[in-house]
């Protein structure tokens, strides 16, 4: 698994954790707990095609079958066909020979198309300050409210909050109310407000007090509507006015149940406000984010987290393999299959 | 919308559209196609299997071979087929008589559930002159009580709330005896949103149910969703037995293949379908109508429901005499470009137009080139908008600064509207008007 620490770059040691050693073992297999729990139903989907195809002969209808288990976990058609492709052509080769092989195959396969450079996420600045973007619901509020709590917990850093989603309906007490949780300040501007000049006092507030990190929360948005794409673009303009290499990361929250619309929604988002990394939430339904592979693939954008429940602490750096095995994992109780599998042995 | 599937299915079925024959090849290739399409467009596995399936085989049955034109055949099966997927005919909500009618809106997290019962609190209210309260019973989500109170009095609905300390079942409960008290036609209760997996969560909305024995059970749909839309719809069937749902986001340009997916596998029709960020950008779903969208064909209808909506018959009369008589002034222009403004994004209502879904392509229509007009407009005198020809250039130059545009801007509105005036003068005389000569002035 990743930790915290791999993730963000923060030019410092990490501070020691409070609760020790075992505290922290602790804490892992809390989150593996979790997080196996939440991919269960995810593994029983694919695992199920996986196992009753794959382990037999590697037929015509195997590849069929395969390409199924990918369409349905959201891949897309056509990663799912550069996959396919790719294993048809080794299995010609004779590279492959049996159904373990394939799924071996797969699973590196998928780790691989998950792989993207850059995906850590640089806090060497003061204050570094991180822009988070999306479509309506995705969970952006919620996603920050999680990072700001890591962010304090895990690497001991100062946050502060700016609710510039100043246009829905009580946007403002939502990040307010996880501000608390997380134990950070928030800088909040009326309902309705300018959100570039709510985004504006936040950075100058987090200049002023000496902050180690910046969050700034932006309304929802279709990535259609352009007008509001535009004022996304001038939000990032003032930011950059505050501090010119600024906004150090921005992120972008998919939801992972989104299917092929996902691919747009990076891509648009990319082209106005340079996002250079997503954050996938949602994952503890029943949905498998499949489309995170092919933004991978196609536009080179990492996933940097993933949301994994509603609890604050549900929020964790994104591993491709943990993600490609858990995904293909084939039996949900066998947890020596887990990457934690050091702990028990 | 739906535009880059109707482009898909425009595309894979263009040859066949215009060869006379169809040979099994011809079918193949085309299913293939529109297999793709549908697979992109987030449409269920099965669903498309089975779709394909049908019309593959209708499409190479005698009907259609021995049939003069076997390309409009096709796309006539499509129709057909994807029409009859969507839901056949409209579904209205079932009212109670006497007592409030009461709707459960659930959902998954973010699909957009306390923006929808807003939306429809005010639609009912609207269409129907219903008198309508919603019930906070979201308790999850922080703030989602002062979102409900905010978006539901903007609706001009009664909000019933009481905090966050009571249980869910129990406010629900307890708003209904408000409801019945306070003698309201309509009770929306808004849940939390909760996953389909989380049986906690489910079995406390199947309790919410039971309390309040709702007319209606809302399913609220986000139509970006992918081949998970399925597991969810089937989920919430088992646990609510949802009579329609809402899909919610549809002015994106995701391609909503969910609708399909969740209307074919559980057999509940689409009720409303959310499309903008504004309260009254809410309507209801035609599954008809949006099949003959799939396929290109425009939804003419819907455009020509919003234009009647908007427009004051007496005005367009008005309007007509003024254009014979030439005397069609800025001001006319202005009321003009109001009323067009009135009935949401131009984006959206171009895309109804038959044909020009596909032609508009990556084309972003900005609806702030028509503030800029209006502006511009605006800062004219009564004088200046009558006979735009006195406007000189120190007229020109204080017009720009008064709309804070440039004077090329102006010029070009003058000269366009000349052009136009041009155009109106031989549409009353009966001739066909030279559109180049407008297009070419921008």
New interface residues.
Partial sequence: MREWSELFVTGREAPAAEDGENGGDERKRGFFGRLRENMT?TRQALGAELQATMFERLDDEAFERLE?AL????V??RTTASIVERLESEAGSGALETGEDLTRRLRELLAETATVDNDTIDLRHSPAVILVVG?????KTTSIGKIAWHLQRELGLSVLLGAGDT?????G??L???AERAGCDIVRGA?GSDPASVVFDTVEAGVARGVDVVICDTAGR??????LMQELAKVRKVIERKIPDAPHETLLTI????????L??AMLFRDVTDVNGIVLT?L?????G??ALAIARELRLPVKLIGIG?GIEDLRPFDPDDFASAILEDDPKDSAAMPDRSREA | MFDTLSDRLQEALGDVRSRGKLTEDDVNKAMRQVRLALLEADVNFKVVKEFTAAVRARALGAEVLESLNPGQQVVKIVSDELTQLMGGSGRDLVFARGGPTVILMAGLQGSGKTTACGKLARHLREEKSLDVAVAACDLQRPAAVDQLVKVGSQAGAAVYEQGTSRSPVDVAEWALGQAKADRRDVLIIDTAGRLHVDEALMSELSEVKKRTKPHNVLLVVDAMTGQDAVNVAEAFAGATAFDGAVLSKLDGDARGGAALSVKALTGKPILYASTGEKLDAFERFHPDRMAQRILGMGDVMTLIEKAESKMDERQAAELERKIKKNQFTLDDFLDQLKQVRSMGPLQGLLKMIPGVGQQLGGLQVDDRELDRLQAIITSMTPEERANPKIIDGSRRRRIARGSGTSVQAVSQLVKQFAQMQKMMRQLAKGQMPDLQGLAGGR
Avoid at chain 1, 71 to 74: E, G, M, S, T
């Fill in positions: 139903k199924e369409i349905y976990a959201d897309g058609a479509v309506n619901g995705t969970g246009f829905r309906a009580a946007a007490e939502q307010e109310v996880w309902e279709l990535h259609t509507q352009q007008h939801d992972a149940t989104t299917g092929q619309n996902g747009r929604q949602k503890d339904g029943t949905a498998k499949g489309i509603e």
